[in-house]
């Protein structure tokens, strides 16, 4: 698709800020964040094929200025990894690279391969295992969490049929209880992050209560 004027004229203004955006800025919200009492886990966003090298290192600083050890890539594409892997290590930050479904195109976080190629890349390179995509991909999450659990370090929890409809978790088809149990028996440094996935009445507050609680009976029982 072609590049309109405005689009080029927002890009440049969010690359100038990140290059210019002072650590204080992400310290003085990294204090928010503990005042409240909240975790900080990850910092989740896209490096898109036109981040230009000094734009990569911003994002990193802006990370380290957070204090955050894991970085969700979000929609990162294979090909940016060498050029990332230099900046992780710089920082010590492991990126977590997110998948999608698309597994017949080789560029994108999809297919075990797509994983093997940047887990070859550098030691900090890690998966943020979605487990919705991943199936619909033709993967089994199940097995690529018991295939490499130290190169993982969250799993995007949803449901779904096999059809690839969204389901409240528990109801679907994909081994959302086995993941659960196989990270808490093995006593694994793995979150699972809930994503709303859902079907029937309610609201989405009591669709992700429900679903929340069904991860926590999984695990008390």
Do not use: C
């Amino acid at each position: 698709a072609a590049v309109t004027p405005d689009y080029q004229r927002t890009r440049d203004a969010l690359r100038a800020w990140r290059l210019s955006a002072p650590d204080d800025l992400f310290q003085t919200i990294r204090r928010k964040f503990d005042a409240s009492g909240l975790v900080l886990f990850s910092y989740v966003m896209t490096i898109g094929d036109d981040f230009t090298d000094a734009e990569i290192d911003a994002v990193f600083r802006h990370m380290r200025a957070l204090r955050v050890g894991v970085f969700s890539t979000n929609q990162t594409r294979v090909g940016m990894g060498p050029r990332i892997a230099p900046v992780a290590e710089k920082y010590g930050i492991r990126p977590a690279f997110h998948n999608h479904a698309l597994v017949t195109d080789p560029n994108e976080v999809a297919s075990l391969e797509s994983f093997d190629r940047l887990f070859g890349m550098s030691k900090l390179f890690m998966a943020n295992l979605d487990m919705g995509h991943f199936a619909r991909g033709g993967n089994d999450p199940l097995a690529f969490l018991k295939a490499p659990p130290d190169r993982i370090t969250h799993v995007h929890v949803r449901d779904q049929k096999r059809d690839g409809s969204a389901a409240d978790i528990g109801l679907g088809d994909l081994p959302v209880a086995e993941m659960l149990r196989f990270v808490r028996d093995g006593r694994l440094p793995i979150a699972f992050i809930l994503e709303q996935a859902r079907s029937g009445a309610g609201t989405n507050v009591e669709k992700a209560r429900q679903n929340l609680e069904y991860l926590r009976s999984v695990l008390e029982a």
